[in-house]
């Protein structure tokens, strides 16, 4: 059984930064895109960064392109994102989620963790 486990979220000032986790079990993940996605209160989700397992390839959002920065751990089977000079518009909950490379649809998603900026 697939599963998806963020952790570190939390609240944070603005120009801060955090670092978010995405444990992976349940598979091998190899050439699965591992992404990143968040959803505000009364808004639609939306795509934040997405990493190649295998190949490493990588791809942001224009929002938090040159601040975030997303990564994998192939030995702990885990994908981070790194969150630096916060704002307070990227106060969301964030879920990590898997796909195959060739669909669009994502096969598997995390609970979510709640990031929270101040100003």
């Known amino acids: 059984q697939v599963q998806l486990v963020e952790s570190g979220g939390g609240l944070v000032q603005t120009g801060g930064s955090l670092r978010l986790s995405c444990a992976a079990s349940?598979?091998?993940?190899?050439?699965?895109?591992m992404s990143w996605f968040r959803q505000a209160p009364g808004k639609e989700r939306e795509f934040v960064a997405n990493i190649n397992w295998s190949a490493g390839n990588t791809a942001y959002a224009d929002s938090v392109k040159g601040r975030f920065t997303i990564s994998r751990d192939s030995a702990k089977n885990t994908v981070y994102l790194q969150m630096n000079s916060l704002k307070p518009e990227d106060t969301a909950v964030y879920y990590c989620?898997?796909?195959?490379?060739?669909?669009?649809?994502?096969?598997?998603w995390g609970q979510g963790t709640q990031v929270t900026v101040s100003s």
């Open positions: 989620a898997v796909r195959r490379p060739i669909v669009v649809k994502y096969d598997y």
């Open positions: 349940g598979r091998s993940f190899s050439g699965y895109i």
